[in-house]
């Protein structure tokens, strides 16, 4: 996995964006193959955003001494490696139904910690996926805790 992903970051670093996310794909689909023979069902996406994340660390890999958030943080001027995870997740997040990528958003930043980009990405896609009945009562929720510790 770690060479071909490396491989995939050297491709979009040297603009051939199609070879990189050709590369990434069949890693994800390699390793949905693993998980369906022996792991239970993941909430989807989980799987290709964890992929999406040990793709960064390999692309960071070739900026050594960067943090994953120094490298690929809320900088305007985003690398291509992190564009490349957003539009691939975000294109995969509007086949997936309404309040299902909750699960698979907590699942990542379990995984990853929440100062992840990809935790941060999942997060965001989640709530834009949320039905109207589900940020009532995430909305209500806040206002508990909220009002709790005041």
């Keep these: 996995i770690n060479g071909r992903l490396s491989a995939a970051a050297a491709f979009a670093e040297e603009g051939e964006l199609e070879a990189a996310v050709g ?3 069949r890693v994800i689909e390699d390793e949905e193959e693993v998980a369906a023979q022996g792991l239970g069902a993941l909430p ?3 799987l290709q955003a964890l992929v999406w994340s040990h793709y960064l660390d390999r692309a960071a890999t070739a900026h050594p001494g960067d943090s994953l958030e120094e490298a690929f943080g809320a900088s305007s001027a985003q690398p291509v490696h992190l564009k490349l995870a957003k539009e691939r997740l975000g294109r995969a997040a509007r086949r997936v139904g309404l309040d299902e990528l909750t699960p698979s958003a907590r699942c990542v930043t379990a995984a990853l910690g ?3 980009p990809i935790s941060s990405l999942m997060a965001e896609l989640a709530e834009r996926g949320m039905s109207v009945e589900a940020r009532q009562r ?13």
């Design 114 to 116: 929440p100062g992840h």
């Design 44 to 46: 989807p996406l989980t």
């Design 23 to 25: 590369l990434v794909d």
């Design 138 to 150: 995430a909305a209500m929720r806040r206002q508990q805790a909220e009002l709790e510790a005041a």
